[in-house]
């Protein structure tokens, strides 16, 4: 990701970031913390407006925040789970697709993310309101999830969801590869990231590992999963791919080719193989 695509306040905390490490390094992790918990909130184009008002939309208080529900079509429940800094009408490819092959697709924009309410959240945050949707909707014949959304989905299904189906398209699952890549954006060292590990135990009870995925799939028995990832993904790295396959290998892996961490939510061979996934028989 470069200076001229970043958004104004990336590019600002690139440049100050350096300067105030070396300052204080407790500061600076703070700073790193801030920057982790609170998602970048981008503005819906105009591509996903058309299925953003097809949507048969609820809003419902959460943990003190106005949550936005979607909904379309009838049939089966699937749901959809968007990544950091993401919207739901993101799976807008997969929504027409899924409800032109008889699912009803639901999903919601997480805490701080596309018309819901709130400035930072988190992966438990995330997680719970998993739980919500399976109280509103229903458990889905399957889920199709994209980058951070699939690291809260498998946590959830850990943590009891019944949830036996997952389309996982890119999702992070190693916490030193998660947390480098990071330090990476914001231009941050090394020091930073074990620091913020420290802040994760502080605050949370654990370090991010015992939130991944990789560390999720250790006490999942009854998951199908199909999973997307390509070689030339800047975000999530191959890497991420090849360390889950190798602590889950009953997970099918499809690796692309030359298409960047959104586009293989609107690739025609990805979306077109994931829903056949979602829609096979035991």
């Known amino acids: 990701m470069s200076n ?15 300067i105030l490490e070396t300052c204080s390094q407790s500061l600076a992790t703070r700073l790193f913390a801030w920057c982790f918990f ?3 909130r981008y503005r ?13 939309k609820s809003v419902e208080w959460f943990e003190g925040k106005k949550i936005q529900f979607y909904s379309w079509g009838e049939g089966p429940v699937v749901w959809v789970m968007h990544g950091w800094a993401g919207r739901t009408t993101q799976f807008r490819v997969f929504i027409k697709a899924l409800t032109e092959a008889g699912f009803r697709v639901v999903g919601f924009d997480a805490p701080a993310h596309g018309q819901s309410q709130g400035k930072i959240t988190n992966v438990l945050e995330f997680s719970r ?9 229903g458990l889905p ?3 199709v999830t994209h980058s951070f959304g699939g690291m809260a989905m498998l946590y959830a299904i850990k943590n009891g969801l019944k949830v036996n189906r997952v389309v996982n398209v890119a999702a992070p699952a190693d916490a030193q590869e998660i947390i480098r890549t990071f330090l990476e954006a914001v231009h941050a060292s090394p020091k930073i990231g ?3 590990q420290q802040y994760m135990i502080k605050h949370f009870g654990h370090p991010l590992d015992y939130y991944t995925i990789l560390h999720s799939v250790k006490e999942i028995k009854d998951l199908d999963m199909l999973m997307f990832y390509d070689v030339a993904d800047k975000e999530v790295p191959l890497v991420h791919a ?3 396959k190798a602590a889950f290998p009953l997970a099918e892996l499809v690796q692309t080719v030359n298409l960047s961490h959104n586009a293989l939510l609107y690739d025609e061979t990805v979306v077109k193989r994931g829903v056949a996934f979602i829609g096979k028989r035991d």
């Open 242 to 244: 090849l360390a889950l």
């Open 129 to 137: 309101l998993l739980f919500r949707l399976a109280e509103l909707h």
């Open 4 to 18: 001229v695509k970043a958004p104004f306040l990336l590019r600002v905390i690139r440049f100050l970031f350096p």
């Open 44 to 56: 819906m184009p105009s591509s996903e407006h058309k299925i953003f008002l097809e949507a048969e």
């Open 141 to 143: 014949q399957g889920a």
């Open 38 to 40: 609170v998602p970048l």
């Open 194 to 196: 074990a620091g913020f």
